[in-house]
């Protein structure tokens, strides 16, 4: 599956960012510092609300 970019949101505060779908470290939430995603080897898991794909041109 190609790597891309998900928008998220966090379900402790609600802010919305972008986080890759293949992120090999945690991510977390700007904002709260909320865990938005975990590194799983491939495809990271998400730990917010996917929202959706960003859109990225080229
Ligand atoms: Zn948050």
Not at 11 to 30: D, K, L, M
């Amino acid at each position: 599956m190609k790597a891309k970019f998900l928008k998220v949101r966090c379900t402790g505060c609600g802010n919305e960012q972008s986080v890759y779908s293949h992120a090999s470290t945690i991510v977390r939430c700007n904002v709260c510092e909320k865990t938005l995603a975990t590194p799983t080897g491939g495809k990271a898991e998400m730990k917010g609300i996917v929202i959706g794909a960003v859109e990225q041109s080229g």
